[in-house]
């Protein structure tokens, strides 16, 4: 326990003046009161029964001294300011954890949630004594902004300069830097106490490792109503040309109904308005058309938000913006002559497609943003992307190797987390065979049966494949629309990088972030914990606490007489 | 304590004047560590009121010596007849008066007369207790359990006194000064042979 108000010295000498005159108003209450009896005899009995005051008798009579001066003694304290520090040695090593997620950006009340935490972390680095060695840690992105050292003007500098960010926060990651930090000081000052202590709105989960970290957790902020844009994209309208498809959802994540504007924008210019209701926990997706604008910046905001009985407390997540969709040509180099893979590509028109021999694609290869490939692959594929249909002919020099033939393999599991299966669905999709693979590294399966790759990607930094194992004549894939998306997002990813395609800028606060209750902290918080954690407390409060009970005490008995 | 003597001398005026409308004599005698000043062998209707300024005019004495007095009285009234001793019986010699009175032949009815503040001490805490009497000091805390033995103690003091009246086939009456008087004296009355 370290005493953070008056030195010791002085407190003493303050504790002195009210000691003195309680001891002076006890010696003079030692006069007792006279009281009139009749008979004295039978009080002289009773004392010879009762005793006179010997052993604890005596001392309850002193026990009125005894109480006010523990009740000065506790007040004194409480004016040092005392705090208990568990593992309270020289030299601690504690790395701060501040979460700047874009939920930080809340509102409690007047101030933002990160501002609560900032000025947190400002009154905790002010109680740390002089040797101890801080770092601050942020998690959005996860990032060491100062390393361990001591607690200087610049730590603090540098505490004042961070902002809460626009994007969502990786508590997670955080912690496992924070996590190095201390690792690398244990391994030099061996036995040394050290902890994390993290400050966040507990909209994230703390990662299950955490548990063998000596650490404390700061929450700020409580559940509060919000509406919030969660995804927004646009895409080129393949049945019309010149327009975009433009994908807008909206989520209430508070426990309220809540209604607002809908509004989008292409380049500051409205061209949509839409009421949106929305009931607790839910999710509302909308699409509209739009004239195709090259290059054009493509805004979402939700205007005139009313939640019954309560604000909206964060607004970053109510705009969001999103790039529009080039409509230049994408080259494509077709070495496939299957009608339904030839019909799929034709129908968009930004393809321009030119016939490919398989064998000579290395000289013949011309700055395709994709080449199409059925059957054999030639030996060697040169740098670029690449669809390929069912590999029978052999794998080229790709990390995969052909085995045989699987018969009749239906999809057990597919990744449509991974671009090149975004809005494609296998649930109904029946092959008849295909290629049996055995992938090697720079691989991903996308699409299994079972432990049997049937759609897999390839990425090994100079080349992107995306490869379907089966040939689309010996399944009913062409027949579902999930066939030509897969088409079109697969040429999308392995020619993400090819001077045909552009990267899509998109800020969009995540979902995770917009649901700003700290309810998964809480739940993981309550769990018990043996592992040693920092306690870092003021005591003041609970000496005043004290003091108060004492002071109850002492009137009581009082008023029952067993002191005087 | 003023109050128990204003009560015993109600009491005493209230059987004083019914034994003189009967045509009872009646002698008032009060006393301290002494016999004080005894009335006049009072008989007859018309001596009533003489019989209550008399009683009015007793006030508080001294310490109480019992045997004392009785000494002096058997020494002055030879005539049996009934005594009503009106007395707190706060004096350790009390059982010598009773038996003196008892072998003298008299009659007696111990009139126990108590406030009520002897029954139930208002005071608590450290206190110097002081004998109205004697002026005798004791410092003691009175805590609720000192409390309880002074109740043991002040029944056992009585219980002793309603005992040995029992044995010497005396009467005895306890009246504590708050109790309601009319009901009080009806009933000492009863009790002492003056009413049936």
Request: hydrophobic share 45%; glycine share 6%; proline share 5%.
């Amino acid at each position: 326990m370290r005493l953070f108000g008056l030195p010791p010295l002085r407190l003493l000498v303050v504790a002195m003046v009210p000691t003195l005159w309680a001891i002076a108003l006890y010696m003079l209450k030692l006069a007792n009161k006279r009281e009139s009896v009749a008979y004295l005899l039978l009080w002289q009995r009773v004392v010879k029964r009762v005793g006179s005051g010997r052993g604890l008798r005596r001392f309850e009579t002193s026990m009125s001294l005894f109480l006010q001066l523990a009740f000065i003694a506790l007040l004194t304290l409480a004016v040092g300011r005392p705090r208990f520090a568990g593992q309270q040695q020289a030299g601690r090593a504690i790395v701060f954890v501040l979460d700047n997620s874009a939920s930080m950006h809340a509102f409690e009340g007047r101030k933002e949630r990160f501002e609560i935490a900032r000025a947190r972390l400002s009154s905790l680095l002010a109680n740390l004594a002089d040797s101890d060695e801080v770092a601050l840690v942020v998690t959005a992105p996860p990032s060491v902004l100062v390393p361990l050292g001591p607690r200087t003007a610049s730590f603090v500098a540098a505490v004042d300069r961070v902002r809460a960010a626009e994007e969502p926060g990786q508590l997670g990651e955080a912690v496992k830097e924070a996590r190095a930090l201390l690792s690398a000081r244990q391994s030099l000052h061996p036995g040394s106490a050290n902890g994390v202590h993290i400050i966040t709105d507990g909209s994230e989960a703390l990662p299950q490792f955490l548990d063998s970290l000596p650490m404390a957790v700061d929450t700020v902020g409580r559940a509060r109503e919000n509406l919030g844009i969660t995804a927004l994209g646009a895409r080129l309208n393949p049945s019309l040309a010149n327009t975009v498809r433009v994908f807008v959802e909206v989520g209430n994540f508070g426990t309220r109904r809540g209604r607002a504007d809908l509004r989008l924008s292409v380049d500051g210019h409205l061209f949509a308005v839409t009421p949106v209701e929305l009931g607790p926990g839910s999710r509302l997706q909308r699409s509209f058309s739009t004239a195709l604008s090259e290059r054009g910046e493509l805004s979402a905001r939700l205007d005139r938000i009313t939640i019954d009985g309560a604000a909206d407390a964060l607004a970053v997540d109510d705009v969001a913006n999103a790039s529009m969709p080039r409509n230049g040509e994408v080259k494509i180099g077709l070495a496939a002559t299957n009608p339904f893979i030839v019909s799929a590509l034709v129908a968009q028109s930004r393809y321009r497609i030119e016939p490919l021999d398989a064998a000579h694609i290395a000289t013949q290869n011309r700055d395709y943003a994709a080449v199409l490939i059925e059957g054999a692959l030639p030996a060697q594929l040169p740098p670029g992307g690449y669809v390929i249909f069912a590999p029978t002919g052999g794998a080229g020099d790709l990390p995969m190797r052909v085995t045989s033939t699987l018969a009749q393999p239906t999809f057990t599991d597919w990744r449509d987390d991974h671009p090149a299966l975004r809005s494609v669905s296998l649930a109904d999709v029946v092959v008849a065979r295909s290629a049996k693979v055995v992938l090697g590294s720079d691989t991903t399966a996308l699409a299994s049966f079972f432990d049997e790759p049937l759609i897999w990607a390839v990425d090994d930094g100079r080349r992107r494949a995306v490869v379907v194992g089966f040939d689309p004549s010996d399944s009913n894939f062409p027949l579902h629309a999930g066939f030509a998306v897969l088409i079109y997002n697969a040429i999308a990813w392995v020619s993400a990088d090819s001077p045909a395609s552009a990267p899509e800028r998109t800020r969009v606060i995540d979902a995770r972030e917009s649901d700003i209750a700290p309810t998964k902290l809480s739940a993981q918080r309550g769990s018990p914990s043996s592992s040693p954690r920092f306690i870092d407390r003021e005591l003041w409060p609970l000496c005043l606490w004290l003091a108060l009970a004492l002071l109850l005490i002492e009137w009581w008995t009082y008023h029952t007489r067993v002191t005087s | 304590v003023p109050s128990k003597l204003l009560f015993a001398k109600q009491i005493l005026a209230a059987l004083g004047y019914i034994a003189l409308s009967t045509l009872d004599q009646v002698t008032v005698i009060p006393f301290d560590r002494q016999v004080r000043d005894v009335s006049d062998i009072l008989a007859g209707q018309g001596r009533r009121l003489e019989l209550l300024r008399f009683l009015s005019d007793v006030e508080l004495g001294s310490k109480t010596d019992l045997s004392r007095v009785m000494r002096q009285f058997l020494g002055r009234f030879r005539r049996r007849g009934l005594v009503i001793l009106a007395s707190d019986f706060f004096d350790p010699e009390y059982a010598v008066a009773l038996r003196m009175l008892h072998h003298a032949g008299f009659d007696c009815l111990a009139l126990q007369v108590n406030d009520a503040e002897e029954v139930d001490p208002p005071f608590k805490g450290e206190l110097d207790l002081v004998d109205c009497e004697s002026g005798e000091h004791l410092s003691t805390r009175v805590l609720p359990d000192a409390k309880k033995i002074y109740v043991e103690e002040w029944q056992n003091h009585y219980a002793q006194l309603a005992r040995l009246s029992r044995a010497f086939q005396q009467g005895h009456f306890a009246v504590t000064s708050n109790a309601p008087l009319e009901a009080l004296i009806l009933n000492v009355f009863r009790r002492s042979g003056f009413l049936r």
